[in-house]
């Protein structure tokens, strides 16, 4: 089963500045996808940004971008200058990749969630 | 707004009761994701429907069922309800089993 770590349960930034969240996560299979879900107060998950295992180049999003680490199992999210509507928890996914080996394994799973704060 | 829509917003109940929570898919949309965002638990994955089947399911508890219907609507009934049943309940739709989740916007479970 695959797992999915936030270590960080709350950041915070000045606004303009930049901030970095982590994540990790375990998994056996060489092929997935992997996200970052924004979830504001009003509690609608929206897909920030989107990263394919077997691609090498990292995703970017306007300011936001991703930093993939595929040996290390690392996948952060670098929010370039903040502002006050970044405010809300991230969340980290992993899904697995279509496979004959993955039929009914289309769901997500998500990390803990880091909450960020943006200082005006 | 992501096309999917969710009801009701907000449900307040007692132990011991039941309810069914509403789920209208994506026009297109084939595949249905029912997960649960707790405090204790975080987001996990319920159970995922596609064209009228259950197709996998999760950390569901048996007091837990739910459906897909001709229309492709879902509905998520929850019966026995226990105050750790209390939590934000999404639903999210595909096209297809390995396209893009599209989630609601949630509906907020009181039990009392």
């Known amino acids: ?120 | 707004d992501s096309g999917v829509t969710q009801t009701p917003k907000h449900l307040i109940t007692a132990t011991g009761q039941r309810v069914t929570l509403r789920c209208s898919p994506r026009s297109g949309d084939l595949s249905v994701y029912w997960y649960q965002q707790s405090l204790d638990q975080g987001l996990q994955f319920l159970i995922q429907y596609y064209n009228g089947e259950e197709r996998a399911k999760g950390n569901i508890l048996e007091r837990f069922s739910a459906q897909q219907f001709p229309d492709l609507h879902s509905e998520l009934n929850l019966s026995s309800l226990e105050l750790g049943d209390s939590a934000l309940y999404f639903c999210a739709s595909s096209v297809g089993h390995w396209d893009e989740q599209y989630f609601g916007p949630g509906t907020r479970l009181t039990v009392t």
């Open chain 1, 1 to 120: 089963a695959q797992t999915v770590t936030q270590s960080q349960p709350e950041m915070s930034v000045q606004e303009a500045e930049t901030v970095t969240l982590s994540c990790t996560y375990d998994t056996s299979e060489s092929d997935y996808y992997l996200f970052w879900y924004k979830q504001p107060p009003s509690r609608q998950m929206i897909l920030v940004i989107r990263q394919e295992a077997y691609k090498q180049q990292n995703a970017t999003e306007n300011r936001f971008s991703v930093n993939f680490q595929k040996a290390a199992k690392s996948f952060s999210l670098k929010i370039s200058d903040s502002q006050l509507g970044d405010a809300a928890m991230y969340f980290c996914a992993y899904r697995s990749r279509w496979g004959q080996s993955n039929f009914g394994n289309e769901k997500l799973t998500f990390g803990t969630g880091t909450r960020l704060t943006i200082i005006p």
